[in-house]
């Protein structure tokens, strides 16, 4: 069965770092294409970045102004967000979800994990 | 990249059929085929409903269903039943190679 692990959410404060990580499992994880999507408390979800499954191609959404970056370990099958210079307006649940093959979707995603920028 | 637009909220009646709209532009919605709808319950993850227009994953009921005409499209769930009630979103693939969300829509089944 499909499954993603998010972690290394918590409270940290303006201008600090944060490092998430996604774990994946059930899945070859090495072919897939991933996302980071987020969504601030009480409101709508936010595409972050996606990922290609070698790590060729990477895009990230115009709002973050090179402030985080994605990155990939298809040995240990896990995908990692590095966040610099955190504003409050990045506090949101953070979510990695898989592309499915030959679609720009969604298929699986993760239970999430919670950054808290105060 | 603004983010698509949808309705705040929608309500029906069980048994009931409710469309959910989800407007974008001819860089995202009305230029791609790459149109996907997700439910989110309170506290949990969003799921996937629709993808590629109208196109449902295994498992989902068949009361829901997805079209677009052009830069529009839309979820429909027929027969609305108590457990529909959620949030709702839309996206898309963009020209830039990025994805989009619509705001979301909170569906209320009364």
């Known amino acids: 069965e499909e499954q993603l692990v998010e972690s290394g959410g918590g409270l940290v404060k303006p201008g600090g770092s944060l490092k998430l990580s996604c774990a994946a499992s059930g899945f070859t994880f090495s072919t897939y294409t991933m996302n980071w999507v987020r969504q601030a408390p009480g409101k709508g979800l936010e595409w972050v970045s996606a990922i290609s499954s070698s790590s060729i191609h990477i895009y990230y959404a115009d709002s973050l102004k090179g402030r985080f970056t994605v990155s990939r370990d298809n040995a240990k099958n896990s995908l990692y967000l590095q966040m610099s210079s955190l504003r409050a307006e990045d506090t949101a649940v953070y979510y990695c979800?898989?592309?499915?093959?030959?679609?720009?979707?969604?298929?699986?995603w993760g239970q999430g994990t919670l950054v808290t920028v105060s | 990249q603004s983010a698509l637009t949808q309705p705040a909220s929608i309500s029906g009646s069980p048994g009931q059929s409710i469309t959910i709209s989800c407007t974008g532009t001819s860089s995202d919605v009305g230029g791609y085929k790459y149109v996907s709808w997700y439910q989110q319950h309170p506290g949990k993850a969003p799921t996937l409903m629709i993808y590629?227009?109208?196109n449902r994953p295994s498992g989902v009921s068949n009361r829901f269903s997805g079209s677009k005409s052009g830069n529009t499209a839309s979820l429909t769930i027929s027969g609305l039943l108590a457990e529909d009630e959620a949030d709702y979103y839309c996206?898309?693939?963009?020209?830039?190679?990025?994805?989009?969300f619509g705001g979301g829509t909170k569906l209320t089944v009364l």
């Open positions: 590629d227009v109208s």
């Open positions: 996206s898309s693939y963009t020209s830039s190679s990025t994805r989009v």
């Open positions: 979800a898989r592309d499915q093959y030959g679609t720009y979707t969604f298929d699986y």
